[in-house]
């Protein structure tokens, strides 16, 4: 039995870090740091400089996670990339951060998800390895939602930040380790309360985030709360064997609620909302890259991911480090 384990993980956060006072002074906006705080949680993101684009950022993600699973550029097979924030229509991102790293076989794609994207990619990843289609594969989140959201509206452009997340999955006969399932659900019929209002196909140019927090809040609460029991349930598995929760990174109350339902106080859940804000398809990669460093996940905890965003899309994924 070939399983895909999670061998290496990276991040890459841009040097610009943004606390909520500075940003309400810098676009004017009629909101306070205690405002997004207690709704949010949020404090801090980073923001892009010029020229920094998804693919520079996923890019340096990848050398991370590359570094950190002692593989090199040789052991790439594919590259997957998700991200609602693309350098172009085409090449894909994917494509763009292959070149980049120096890749020259296999094969790249970007797929769309949204803030679920990276747990879709990490299940395609997954898939792949599993049918033999490939032995290493990049799976990546990739992020500069600042150039896409409406600085006049204070609803939307105080929740996001801009980053790049990555992990290297890598096959592995016969392994008590590496990605046990993963959960994967849309319903397109709720795609209007989360949606970038544009895009390359259409006539109105680029557009920015539109999201109706309140009803977006409630799809989050029930959704995800079914998807981690559906992952649980599809393993034999309880909540007291969950070594740590690494939630997609919207809202503290969303993380919290998702805490509390699996019985898991917030010294067992990654938190990174605080400081990066939501880096959309990039905020479980980045926390995942964080925990690992700092010797919070060790070699044989079980993780639990899970995201939800537009589309919507949702899903999990549990995985034996
Ligand atoms: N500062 C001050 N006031 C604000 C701000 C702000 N930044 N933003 C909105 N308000 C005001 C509104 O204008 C409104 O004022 P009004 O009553 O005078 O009209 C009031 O606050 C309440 O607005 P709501 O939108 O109802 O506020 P709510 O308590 O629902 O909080 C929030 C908004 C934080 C967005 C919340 O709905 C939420 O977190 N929803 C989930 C969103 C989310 O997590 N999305 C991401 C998941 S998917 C993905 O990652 C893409």
Redesign the pocket.
């Known amino acids: 039995v070939i399983s895909g384990v999670i061998a290496g993980t990276g991040g890459y956060l841009p040097a610009r870090s943004v606390s909520n006072d500075e940003l309400a002074a810098e676009k004017h906006?009629?909101?306070?740091d205690a405002?997004?705080v207690e709704?949010?949680g949020i404090r801090r993101r980073h923001f892009a400089a010029d020229g920094e684009t998804a693919s520079s950022m996923g890019i340096a993600a990848c050398q991370a996670a590359l570094a950190q699973a002692g593989a090199s550029v040789a052991d790439v097979d594919a590259v997957i990339v998700a991200t609602a924030t693309p350098d172009s229509a085409f090449p894909s991102t994917a494509a763009r951060i292959q070149g980049g790293l120096g890749v020259t076989r296999g094969f790249a794609f970007d797929l769309s998800a949204?803030?679920t994207g990276f747990i879709y990619a990490l299940s395609v990843a997954d898939a792949m390895i599993r049918t033999g289609q490939a032995r290493g594969v990049l799976v990546v989140g990739t992020e500069v939602y600042s150039r896409i959201l409406d600085w006049s509206d204070?609803?939307t452009c105080?929740?996001f930040g801009d980053g790049a997340g990555a992990v290297f999955v890598v096959a592995e006969e016969g392994s008590t380790r590496g990605l046990l399932s993963t959960h994967l659900h849309s319903d397109g019929r709720h795609g209007d309360i989360?949606q970038v209002d544009g895009g390359a196909g259409s006539t109105g140019g680029t557009g920015v985030v539109r999201?109706a927090?309140?009803e977006?809040?409630k799809h989050?609460v029930t959704k995800l709360a079914a998807a981690v029991d559906e992952a649980l349930a599809a393993n034999g598995l309880g909540h007291d064997d969950v070594a740590w929760l690494v939630p997609?990174q919207?809202?503290i109350?969303?993380i919290e609620a998702m805490g509390r339902k699996l019985h898991l106080g917030l010294d067992r859940v990654v938190v990174t909302v605080d400081r990066h804000a939501?880096t959309?398809a990039a905020s479980i990669p980045l926390a995942l890259a964080e925990a690992t460093r700092d010797g919070r996940i060790k070699p044989g905890d079980l993780v639990l991911m899970e995201a939800?965003?537009?589309g919507l899309t949702w899903g999990a994924a549990l995985a034996r480090f």
């Open positions: 906006l009629d909101t306070t405002w997004i709704r949010t949204a803030c204070r609803g105080v929740l989360l999201m927090g309140r977006v809040f989050a997609h919207a809202n109350r969303i939501n959309s939800i965003g537009g």
